[in-house]
């Protein structure tokens, strides 16, 4: 009885993972319903995610082992329906098919986790994974022109820079096309940095999405398999992740996020593999340098422990950020500033089609916030969490991070899908190392021993 206790996925798995993970598929779920329902469901599914995660930081210091296999594999195939009804992208029909024919495969993919053996589970989960990857990699010839700002703004820019011309001087080519009001880049240079390598080679700058998906998918199942998850767990993590219901569109528009979730991987797998190494710093603080909302998380992230970073570590990851910034501004400082800061100066009003608490009052009254108050939104809720999870090590880093962004962005002027997909795959992220016994460390002020110790199976766990 112990032996089936131990290796049964409906109760093997930590409290706190599990409501992380129904948050996560909450918020994917939540956050791509759109049109006339949006305030109706899309809003209050994202909410119900919100509180979900709100839940899971209160039990992260609870032992128990709760059923997650049936909750999990609805919510699952919740997504697979919303997958398959999507609006389609401008792009070629062959495409929009096999994107909803994907969903149908989803679908079956989560009855074989529900039902299925391990070995039919291994083989459905990695059939969805080479999909998925396919998928990615056919996304910037299937939707060669998404017609969105971002993508015309980040091609012209690093068009730009090609000729030697400086990227935040360039003057947007067709403004009245892609309904932008942004008049400077309003990106961080880092995202620039990241894309040219593949607009200079394939000509498109979403090539470099289409591989940062699937490479963060590989990533957490190696971070899974490193820390002994549960693989039946490591599995619906994995399906969470590729059946996000607009995970392609991260790489059609070109949203920044699609880069950021593969940074959030690494971070983690470097985390695990070597806790006390200066790699994972170097990669959270690509985050902000990526993205501007990210701040507070950097943070949160400085003071969580175990282990605390050490300062030199810290400095250098700061350093790195930096230098992805000094170029543009040695360059030229004005307008490099004006686009870093842009954000914050645009759009004029509200985007009365958000999926934000800020939307809903503003069409159901005429009023709006100050634009500040995801700021202050922001800080004031990490302060919160930093209280419950800074000693929650990698675990608490992820959890309070998405707690963070997912209440910044109920409270903005602006919040899509893009921005909730970071959030989600945090929070799944956060799910996996919270399963893990090896990451569920606690401070301990004069135990060296007990760092050694813990060091010791992450060096040795079985590699992915």
Not at 133 to 141: D, K, N, V
Not at 375 to 398: D, H, T
């Amino acid at each position: 009885m112990d032996h089936v206790r131990a290796t049964s996925p409906v109760e093997g798995v930590p409290a706190s993972a599990v409501y992380a993970l129904l948050a996560s598929l909450l918020i994917a779920i939540g956050s791509c319903i759109r049109g006339e329902v949006r305030f109706l469901i899309g809003l209050p599914t994202t909410l119900a995610g919100l509180a979900v995660a709100s839940r899971a930081m209160w039990l992260v210091d609870d032992e128990r082992r709760v059923p997650w296999l049936t909750p999990t594999c609805l919510l699952l195939f919740a997504m697979t329906i919303v997958g398959v009804l999507t609006p389609a992208v401008p792009g070629a029909t062959w495409y929009d098919v096999m994107c909803r024919l994907f969903f149908v495969l989803g679908a079956i993919g989560v009855g074989v986790l529900l039902r299925g053996g391990a070995h039919a589970r291994g083989r459905a989960v990695a059939a969805m994974v080479v999909a998925a990857t396919a998928l990615q990699l056919l996304t910037p010839i299937g939707v060669p022109d998404p017609g969105i700002d971002v993508f015309l703004w980040t091609q012209t820019c690093l068009q730009a820079l090609t000729k030697g011309l400086h990227p935040y001087l360039v003057r947007y080519p067709d403004a009245a096309r892609a309904g932008t009001n942004a008049a400077v880049y309003p990106y961080m240079p880092a995202t620039l940095i990241a894309y040219f390598p593949a607009f200079a080679i394939f000509g498109d700058c979403r090539f470099l999405s289409a591989v940062s998906i699937p490479a963060a998918v590989f990533l957490n199942r190696a971070t899974g398999r490193r820390l002994g998850v549960e693989p039946a767990f490591v599995d619906a993590t994995t399906l969470a992740f590729v059946l996000h219901p607009r995970g392609t569109w991260m790489t059609s528009m070109a949203w920044t996020e699609g880069i950021m979730v593969g940074v959030v991987a690494g971070f983690v797998y470097l985390a695990v593999r070597k806790p006390r190494g200066p790699a994972q710093a170097v990669a959270f603080f690509l985050l902000p340098a990526l993205k501007q909302y990210m701040i507070a998380p950097v943070f949160l992230y400085v003071g969580t422990r175990p282990p605390r970073q050490r300062p030199l570590f810290i400095a250098l990851a700061a350093s790195i950020a930096t230098l992805t910034v000094a170029p543009f501004l040695l360059w030229h400082w004005q307008p490099t500033v004006r686009g870093m800061f842009s954000a914050a100066s645009t759009p004029l009003t509200p985007r009365l089609d958000s999926t934000s608490l800020v939307a809903l009052v503003a069409v159901l009254t005429g009023a709006h916030a100050v634009r500040w108050l995801s700021v202050a939104v922001q800080f004031l809720v990490a302060a919160i969490v930093y209280v419950q999870l800074r000693r929650q090590g990698v675990g608490g880093v992820l959890l309070s991070s998405a707690l963070t962004l997912v209440a910044t962005f109920l409270a903005g002027w602006q919040s899509f899908v893009n921005y909730f997909y970071l959030a989600g795959v945090m929070l799944l992220t956060a799910g996996l190392v919270l399963a893990g016994d090896r990451l569920k460390m606690r401070s301990d002020e004069g135990g060296a021993r007990r760092s050694r110790d813990r060091r010791a199976p992450l060096g040795g766990a079985r590699a992915f």
